[in-house]
């Protein structure tokens, strides 16, 4: 599986994007998929994931309420859509797949650059 991510630039604060993570492979709707962010400094940090099937998502609490991961298998694609972005959440977000719950990664994307502007 390899994975392209997009979607990122440059936005004001409490502004909107939408980052998407197209998969190649068949194999696709099999794996969970995640976003991670690496902000300037920092370690990488988990942002949200959904299951294969979509059914069930996760979010860490700093993004709450804010950005909604979702996922179209027949499109092979991921989507984090991100609203009333703030300024820390400025980093290089990565989407990743997973194969088994509880597993490390197994795929990971190149990362998509998000500034926010105060």
């Known amino acids: 599986v390899q994975l392209q991510a997009s979607g990122g630039g440059l936005v004001q604060a409490g502004g909107s994007l939408r980052l998407s993570c197209a998969a190649s492979?068949?194999?696709?709707?099999?794996?969970?998929m995640a976003w991670f962010r690496q902000a300037p400094g920092k370690e990488r940090e988990f942002v949200a994931l959904?299951?294969?099937?979509?059914?069930?998502?996760f979010n860490t609490n700093s993004v709450k309420g804010r950005f909604t991961i979702s996922r179209d298998n027949a499109k092979n694609t991921v989507y984090l859509q991100m609203n009333s972005l703030k300024p820390e959440d400025t980093a290089v977000y990565y989407c990743?797949?997973?194969?088994?719950?509880?597993?490390?990664?197994?795929?990971w994307g190149q990362g998509t650059l998000v500034t926010v502007s105060s």
């Open positions: 990743a797949a997973q194969a088994a719950p509880g597993k490390p990664y197994d795929y």
């Open positions: 492979g068949r194999t696709f709707s099999s794996y969970s």
């Open positions: 959904i299951t294969s099937d979509g059914g069930r998502s």
